[in-house]
C-alpha cells in the first residue's frame, strides 16, 4: 500500500524567514547581493525557508542549467533537507522527479526543467566528487561541517552568469574558516547575514524550546541554544557532576547489557558495561576492565585480551559489544573466540561527546559507585586541545581518554536516539 504523504502547510513566518525568501526577488534592497549566510541556533528556522527559496529562484531564473545541493554526507541532506523540500516544492506547484542513483533531484515548472545535483562534504577528498560540473548556483546545509577545500570547489563551480551561494550552519568555533572567511567578510563578499535564534521560528511552542535547551549543556547549550560561535575549551564533560550521577546502588528493574572497548596494543585496553533498565530507560556504567601496558610493563595479546572479556562478561551476557571500527584483529579474535555479538561502534568524535554530555545533562546517564573508577577519573580530565582550536578545529587531547572513548561508542552508537527522544522533565538522581 502506497503512503500518501501531505502536502506542506506554512505556518506563520518570522522576518528573517521572509528575507531568506524573498532577498533574491526584483525589487527587493538586497537583490543585487550574491549569496546569503544563515547561522544560529538548532530549530530557529533557517533550514525551511532555504529549502523552498533556493530551487524557487532557480527555477524563476534559469532553464536547463545545473545546481549544487550539499550536506556534510548525501544521506544527512536527504533526511535534513530534501524530503521536505519535495513536500513543499510540490504543495507550490512544482513537479519533482528524484533519480536516487545519480543524486539527482529534476525540477519542473511551466515548462522549465533545472537539474539539481545532491553532493556530500565530509572530508578533504570530496571535493574530488565536485570536480568538472559547470553549475548555476549552490546551496551548502550545515557548511560549518564541511572542509574549506570542498565548499571552495563547490563556490568554484557556480561560473554561470547570475549564480549564487546560499550557506546556513549552525556555530562552531570562533577561529573556523567559515566564521572568520565567510561571516566575518560577509559585506567584503556582498553577502547577506541573518543570525538566528529559536524566537525566529515562529512554528515552535514555548515547550518545545524548553525541551531543545534541555537536550544541551555547557559548550553545546551556548552554540545550539544560544547561538554563539563558542571556543571549546577546559573539560569536555563538564556537566558530569559525581554528586548527581553517580548511585550507590542499581534501581530495581529488568536489564539489558551492553559492553564497549577502546582497544590498543602499546596504548591501554578498557572494557565497560552498560546497564539499561527498559522500564526507565535510564542507563548505567556498572563494571570496567583497564588494562595498561605501561603500568604492568608487558603488553598482551589479541587472544589474552579476548579471554579477558569474556571473564570480563560472563555474569552479565551483553547484548552487544561495540568496538572501534579500526581494531580489526582484536574483534576477529573475539569471534574466533566465539564472541559473536561483536559490533562497529560509531566514532563520530564530536557527535558522539554531544550526545553523553545530553545524557549526563538530562539526567539518563550515572556511574555505579565504585564501579568504574577509570571511568569516573576520565571524566573528570577529559579535555578540549586548545591548540586545535587556533585552526578552528574542536578536537579532544588524546590523553585520560580511553574509558571516556569506550563511554562514547555504546552510548551514541547504541542509544542516541533514545537519547533525543528522552527529553521530558527529571529528577536529578534516581534512588538506589
Known sequence: MKIKIPLFKWKPRSKKQEKILTWWMPGSPTENCDAIIADGAVRSGKTLPMSLSFPAWAMENFEDQNFIMSGKTVGSFRRNVLTLQKRVLNGRGYQTEEKRSENLLIVYRDGKVNYFYIFGGKDEGSQDLIQGITAAGALFDEVALMPESFVNQAVARCSVDGSRLWFNCNPEGPNHYFKKKWIDQARAKNAIHLHFTMEDNL??????????????????????????????????????????????????GIYHYYDGSDYGTAAPTGFLKIAHNIRTNKLYAIKEYFYDSKVTG?????????????????????????????????????????????????????????????????????????ACPQLESDLASYVWDEKAQQYGEDKPIKQNDHMADTLRYIIFTKFFRLINRLSKPINDKPKG
Do not use: M
Request: glycine residues 6%; charged residues 30%.
Open 203 to 252: 512554528s515552535l511552542s514555548d515547550s518545545i524550546r524548553e525541551r531543545y535547551k534541555r537536550l544541551y549543556s555547557g559548550l553545546f547549550y551556548d552554540r545550539f541554544i544560544l547561538g554563539l560561535w563558542k571556543l571549546a575549551q577546559g573539560i569536555i564533560y563538564d556537566c558530569f557532576d559525581p554528586k548527581k550521577h553517580i548511585v550507590k546502588a542499581l534501581p530495581e
Open 298 to 370: 608487558r603488553q598482551k595479546t589479541n587472544s589474552e585480551f579476548s579471554k579477558d572479556y569474556k571473564f570480563f562478561t560472563k555474569d552479565k551476557y551483553a547484548q552487544a559489544v561495540y568496538i572501534d571500527p579500526s581494531a580489526a584483529s582484536f574483534k576477529t579474535q573475539l569471534k574466533c573466540d566465539g564472541i559473536h555479538n561483536v559490533k562497529d561502534a560509531d566514532n563520530s568524535v564530536l557527535d558522539g561527546i554531544r550526545t553523553v554530555a545530553s545524557a549526563f545533562s538530562q539526567g539518563i546517564l550515572y556511574l555505579l559507585e565504585g
